[in-house]
C-alpha cells in the first residue's frame, strides 16, 4: 500500500529544489519579452529621398540605367528610401494600348529585378512607377512597385486614372495595400490619387506611416499633399518631373511632407515649358518612428464611419438632384472678437457689424461657431447649459429678425438644448426668416464631449438663390469623409464655423508659384482641401482675440486657384471686419468640377472607410 504522506513530503523537498532553476527560467521569460518591447519601441530616424528624375519617352533601357544611378547616388548618401515619379521608366503620354504595348512588362519581371539588386546591396527600398501587363488577363495597369533588400515586395495598380491613363490603363483593381518594412508601414498612390481623399484615407486606416507619391503633376495633385499628410498623420514623400514630354509640362517641386503637414524639402520648381529642368534633382528628409504616433494618425480613432455610408456610393451620370443651373453668389463672413459668455453683447456686435459693413447685396453671411457665447468648453457644465436655447430660442428670433430685414440667408452657431441634452449646432436661416436647415457638429473635440451630444446626420439644405448648401462645423474639417458626403449629396456651398486658434492644420507651405492665382499668406490648409476635396465653394467663419488667441483669416475657399478658375479670398489674422467675397457655383465648362470629380471616383474599393476598423489585418509583411 502506497504511503501518500510520505510520497507528499518526497515531491514537495524535490519541488523546492528546483525552485530556484524554475524561477530563473521565468525570469529569462519576462526579461525576454520586455527585452522585445524594449526593442519594438526604441525609436529610429530613416533618411528619405525624393528623385525629381525626368525620363525619356519610350526609351526604357536608356532610363532604366539612368534611375539606376540615381537611385544609387541617393544610397550612398546613406538614404534608406528612394521614390522615383510615376512612369519613370518609359514616359507617360502614351497615346492607346497599341502605343504602349512594347513597353509594358510584368511585376516582377526585368525591370524590378535589375532594382532588386540595387536595394539588396545597399539594403534600402525604391519605389518608382511603371507600365505593368497582367499575364491572366492581358490587361493594363499604371502601376508602382515597392522594392526592397529581400526583392519586390509588393505594388499598387492607379486607383484613379487621369485621361491620358485612360487610353491604355485599366483601373486600379484593389484597395491600397500597406506593407511593413524595417523604415514604417509604407503605401503608395499615384498622380492622380491625391485628387480623392479616399485614397491616401484608405492608406492610413490601414496603419500606414509613409505614403510614397509617384507623379507626374501640372500642380492639382502636388497641391493636395499637404492635406493627405495632416488629415492622415502620414509622412508623404512625392517624385514629381520637371520637363515637358508631347507638349505636357510637369513643374516639379518633389517634396517630402511630415505629418504635420510640414515641408521638410522640396525639389526646384518648373513654371512651364521655356523653363523645363532636365537634369535630375534629389531631396532628403527624415522620417522618424517616434512621429509615427501622432495626433493626426489619432484622431482616425475618432473617425464615424457609421456617417459615411454615402461614400459608397455612384451615382453619375444619372445623378437628377444635382443642380445645373449656377448661381452668382455675394457672400460674407463675419469675424470679431467675442465676449466669452454674453450673448447680448454679441448680438449687438453681430447686428452692428451687419448694419455698418454688410453690403446691400449680400446673399448669405456665415458667423463663426457659438456665435454668441463663445467658445465655453472651458466653462463648468451648469454654466453652458444656463446658455443653451431650444431651437428657436431668443438668439434664433433675433437672427431671424435680422435675416428678414437685411433679406439675408445666415448660418449661425449656437448651444442648443433637446430634451436635456446639449449639442454644438449650426443654424441656417433664410431670407425670409425661415429655418431652412440645422446641423449638428458630428466630430467633437475632447473637451466638447464633456457637455455636447454629437449629431448622426450629415444633411444638406436647399435655399432659393443659392442652390444646395451644406455645413460643418470646426473640428469636422478634420476628417476629410464629412466634406466628401457633402459632395457625393451634391452640395454646392459649404458654410463652416469654426473657432481656430491654430490647434490643428497650418499655413499652406506648397510653393506660391504653383498656383496661377495664388493664395493669401494666411490661407489653411485644411480649409482649402474642404473646398477642392468636395469642389464646393466653401466660406470659413471665425473668430479673433480673446485669450485663446483666435487667428481669423475667415473667408471663401474655391474649387480650382491653381489652373485661375477663381480666387481665394481670406481676411485678416487680427482684425474685426465682414470679409465680402463673389463666386459663381456650378462651374459646368472647366477642366475638373464636382461632376468630373463624382464620376471619376472609385467606390468599390471605399469599403475601408465605411466598416468599422477592429484591426489593420491587410499590412502585409516585407518578403523573408
Same mark, same amino acid.
Given at each position: 500500500?502506497?504511503?501518500?504522506?510520505?510520497?507528499?513530503?518526497?515531491?514537495?523537498?524535490?519541488?523546492?529544489?528546483?525552485? #530556484?532553476?524554475?524561477?530563473?527560467? @521565468?525570469?529569462?521569460?519576462?526579461?525576454?519579452?520586455?527585452?522585445?518591447?524594449?526593442?519594438?519601441?526604441?525609436?529610429?530616424?530613416?533618411?528619405?529621398?525624393?528623385?525629381?528624375?525626368?525620363?525619356?519617352?519610350?526609351?526604357?533601357?536608356?532610363?532604366?540605367?539612368? +534611375?539606376?544611378?540615381?537611385?544609387?547616388?541617393?544610397?550612398?548618401?546613406?538614404?534608406?528610401?528612394?521614390?522615383?515619379?510615376?512612369?519613370?521608366?518609359?514616359?507617360?503620354?502614351?497615346?492607346?494600348?497599341? $502605343?504602349?504595348?512594347?513597353?509594358?512588362?510584368?511585376?516582377?519581371?526585368?525591370?524590378?529585378?535589375?532594382?532588386?539588386?540595387?536595394?539588396?546591396?545597399?539594403?534600402?527600398?525604391?519605389?518608382?512607377?511603371?507600365?505593368?501587363?497582367?499575364?491572366?488577363?492581358?490587361?493594363?495597369?499604371? %502601376?508602382?512597385?515597392?522594392?526592397?533588400?529581400?526583392?519586390?515586395?509588393?505594388?499598387?495598380?492607379?486607383?484613379?486614372?487621369?485621361? =491620358?491613363?485612360?487610353?491604355?490603363?485599366?483601373?486600379?483593381?484593389?484597395?491600397?495595400?500597406?506593407?511593413?518594412?524595417?523604415?514604417?508601414?509604407?503605401?503608395?498612390?499615384?498622380?492622380?490619387?491625391?485628387?480623392?481623399?479616399?485614397?491616401?484615407?484608405?492608406?492610413?486606416?490601414?496603419?500606414?506611416?509613409?505614403?510614397?507619391?509617384?507623379?507626374?503633376?501640372?500642380?492639382?495633385?502636388?497641391?493636395?499633399?499637404?492635406?493627405?499628410?495632416?488629415?492622415?498623420?502620414?509622412?508623404?514623400?512625392?517624385?514629381?518631373?520637371?520637363?515637358?514630354?508631347?507638349?505636357?509640362?510637369? @513643374?516639379?517641386?518633389?517634396?517630402?511632407?511630415?505629418?504635420?503637414?510640414?515641408?521638410?524639402?522640396?525639389?526646384?520648381?518648373?513654371? $512651364?515649358?521655356?523653363?523645363? @529642368?532636365?537634369?535630375?534633382?534629389?531631396?532628403?528628409?527624415?522620417?522618424?518612428?517616434?512621429?509615427?504616433?501622432?495626433?493626426?494618425?489619432?484622431?482616425?480613432?475618432?473617425?464615424?464611419?457609421?456617417?459615411?455610408?454615402? +461614400?459608397?456610393?455612384?451615382?453619375? #451620370?444619372?445623378?437628377?438632384?444635382?443642380?445645373?443651373? %449656377?448661381?452668382?453668389?455675394?457672400?460674407?463672413?463675419?469675424?470679431?472678437? #467675442?465676449?466669452?459668455?454674453?450673448?447680448?453683447?454679441?448680438?449687438?456686435?453681430?447686428?452692428?457689424?451687419?448694419?455698418?459693413?454688410?453690403?446691400?447685396?449680400?446673399?448669405?453671411?456665415?458667423?463663426?461657431?457659438?456665435?454668441?457665447?463663445?467658445?465655453?468648453?472651458?466653462?463648468?457644465?451648469?454654466?453652458?447649459?444656463? +446658455?443653451?436655447?431650444?431651437?428657436?430660442?431668443?438668439?434664433?428670433?433675433?437672427?431671424?429678425?435680422?435675416?428678414?430685414? &437685411?433679406?439675408?440667408?445666415?448660418?449661425?452657431?449656437?448651444?442648443?438644448?433637446?430634451?436635456?441634452?446639449?449639442?454644438? %449646432?449650426?443654424?441656417?436661416?433664410?431670407?425670409?426668416?425661415?429655418?431652412?436647415?440645422?446641423?449638428?457638429?458630428? &466630430?467633437?473635440?475632447?473637451?466638447?464631449?464633456?457637455?455636447?451630444?454629437?449629431?448622426?446626420?450629415?444633411?444638406?439644405?436647399?435655399?432659393?438663390?443659392?442652390?444646395?448648401?451644406?455645413?460643418?462645423?470646426?473640428?469636422?474639417?478634420?476628417?476629410?469623409?464629412?466634406?466628401?458626403?457633402?459632395?457625393?449629396?451634391?452640395?454646392? @456651398?459649404?458654410?463652416?464655423?469654426?473657432?481656430?486658434?491654430?490647434?490643428?492644420?497650418?499655413?499652406?507651405?506648397?510653393?506660391?508659384?504653383?498656383?496661377?492665382?495664388?493664395?493669401?499668406?494666411?490661407?489653411?490648409?485644411?480649409?482649402?482641401?474642404?473646398?477642392?476635396?468636395?469642389?464646393?465653394?466653401?466660406?470659413?467663419?471665425?473668430?479673433?482675440?480673446?485669450? &485663446?488667441?483666435?487667428?481669423?483669416?475667415?473667408?471663401?475657399? =474655391?474649387?480650382?486657384?491653381?489652373?485661375?478658375?477663381?480666387?481665394?479670398?481670406?481676411?485678416?489674422?487680427?482684425?474685426?471686419?465682414?470679409?465680402?467675397?463673389?463666386?459663381?457655383?456650378?462651374?459646368?465648362?472647366?477642366?475638373?468640377?464636382?461632376?468630373?470629380?463624382?464620376?471619376?471616383? &472609385?467606390?468599390?474599393?471605399?469599403?475601408?472607410?465605411?466598416?468599422?476598423?477592429?484591426?489593420?489585418?491587410?499590412?502585409?509583411?516585407?518578403?523573408?
Amino acid at each position: 500500500m502506497l504511503n501518500y504522506k510520505g510520497l507528499f513530503i518526497v515531491l514537495f523537498l524535490f519541488s523546492l529544489v528546483l525552485l #530556484p532553476f524554475q524561477t530563473d527560467a @521565468i525570469t529569462d521569460k519576462f526579461v525576454d519579452k520586455n527585452e522585445q518591447k524594449k526593442e519594438q519601441t526604441i525609436s529610429h530616424t530613416a533618411k528619405v529621398a525624393a528623385v525629381q528624375f525626368n525620363p525619356t519617352f519610350k526609351k526604357p533601357e536608356k532610363n532604366v540605367k539612368e +534611375l539606376y544611378n540615381e537611385i544609387e547616388k541617393a544610397f550612398k548618401t546613406g538614404a534608406k528610401l528612394a521614390v522615383a515619379p510615376e512612369m519613370a521608366t518609359t514616359g507617360y503620354m502614351f497615346e492607346s494600348r497599341e $502605343d504602349i504595348a512594347p513597353f509594358v512588362e510584368q511585376i516582377p519581371g526585368p525591370t524590378t529585378k535589375v532594382f532588386s539588386e540595387l536595394a539588396a546591396e545597399y539594403d534600402s527600398y525604391i519605389v518608382f512607377g511603371m507600365p505593368e501587363k497582367d499575364p491572366a488577363t492581358d490587361l493594363y495597369y499604371n %502601376s508602382s512597385v515597392l522594392i526592397g533588400p529581400k526583392g519586390l515586395i509588393g505594388k499598387y495598380r492607379k486607383m484613379h486614372l487621369w485621361e =491620358t491613363d485612360a487610353y491604355w490603363a485599366a483601373r486600379g483593381d484593389s484597395e491600397v495595400p500597406v506593407y511593413d518594412t524595417e523604415i514604417g508601414k509604407l503605401a503608395m498612390n499615384i498622380c492622380m490619387d491625391s485628387a480623392y481623399h479616399e485614397t491616401a484615407r484608405i492608406a492610413a486606416v490601414k496603419g500606414a506611416d509613409i505614403l510614397a507619391f509617384p507623379t507626374n503633376s501640372s500642380a492639382q495633385t502636388i497641391s493636395a499633399l499637404p492635406a493627405r499628410a495632416q488629415q492622415n498623420g502620414m509622412y508623404v514623400i512625392s517624385a514629381n518631373r520637371s520637363n515637358t514630354e508631347e507638349g505636357f509640362h510637369m @513643374i516639379g517641386a518633389s517634396a517630402i511632407w511630415s505629418p504635420q503637414g510640414e515641408k521638410l524639402a522640396e525639389a526646384p520648381h518648373s513654371q $512651364d515649358e521655356e523653363n523645363d @529642368i532636365d537634369e535630375t534633382n534629389i531631396v532628403y528628409g527624415f522620417v522618424n518612428s517616434e512621429n509615427f504616433k501622432n495626433e493626426n494618425k489619432d484622431l482616425l480613432k475618432e473617425r464615424r464611419p457609421e456617417l459615411y455610408k454615402e +461614400l459608397s456610393q455612384y451615382i453619375q #451620370p444619372w445623378d437628377s438632384r444635382a443642380n445645373t443651373e %449656377s448661381k452668382k453668389v455675394n457672400a460674407a463672413s463675419l469675424q470679431y472678437t #467675442p465676449v466669452i459668455g454674453d450673448k447680448e453683447a454679441n448680438k449687438d456686435k453681430v447686428a452692428k457689424l451687419i448694419e455698418e459693413e454688410a453690403s446691400s447685396s449680400t446673399d448669405l453671411i456665415v458667423l463663426p461657431e457659438l456665435s454668441f457665447t463663445g467658445p465655453v468648453s472651458d466653462e463648468n457644465i451648469n454654466s453652458i447649459y444656463s +446658455l443653451s436655447e431650444k431651437e428657436k430660442g431668443k438668439t434664433y428670433q433675433f437672427m431671424a429678425k435680422l435675416a428678414k430685414s &437685411h433679406e439675408l440667408n445666415i448660418v449661425f452657431g449656437m448651444i442648443e438644448r433637446d430634451k436635456n441634452k446639449l449639442y454644438n %449646432s449650426a443654424i441656417l436661416v433664410n431670407k425670409n426668416g425661415e429655418l431652412q436647415g440645422k446641423y449638428r457638429k458630428t &466630430h467633437l473635440d475632447s473637451k466638447e464631449k464633456r457637455w455636447a451630444t454629437p449629431g448622426s446626420s450629415l444633411p444638406i439644405f436647399d435655399v432659393d438663390d443659392l442652390g444646395k448648401v451644406g455645413l460643418l462645423i470646426g473640428d469636422d474639417v478634420r476628417f476629410p469623409e464629412t466634406s466628401g458626403v457633402l459632395s457625393v449629396k451634391r452640395a454646392d @456651398i459649404i458654410a463652416v464655423p469654426v473657432s481656430w486658434n491654430g490647434d490643428y492644420s497650418s499655413y499652406m507651405e506648397i510653393n506660391e508659384d504653383i498656383s496661377e492665382n495664388q493664395y493669401p499668406e494666411n490661407s489653411v490648409v485644411l480649409w482649402d482641401a474642404v473646398a477642392i476635396g468636395a469642389q464646393a465653394y466653401t466660406i470659413f467663419a471665425n473668430f479673433v482675440g480673446t485669450e &485663446h488667441d483666435y487667428k481669423g483669416s475667415s473667408g471663401l475657399y =474655391t474649387l480650382d486657384p491653381l489652373y485661375g478658375l477663381d480666387q481665394p479670398v481670406t481676411g485678416s489674422s487680427v482684425n474685426e471686419e465682414v470679409v465680402d467675397f463673389k463666386f459663381q457655383t456650378i462651374q459646368g465648362d472647366h477642366w475638373f468640377n464636382q461632376e468630373k470629380l463624382l464620376q471619376s471616383r &472609385h467606390p468599390l474599393f471605399y469599403q475601408s472607410l465605411i466598416i468599422e476598423q477592429k484591426n489593420n489585418t491587410d499590412v502585409y509583411p516585407e518578403a523573408k
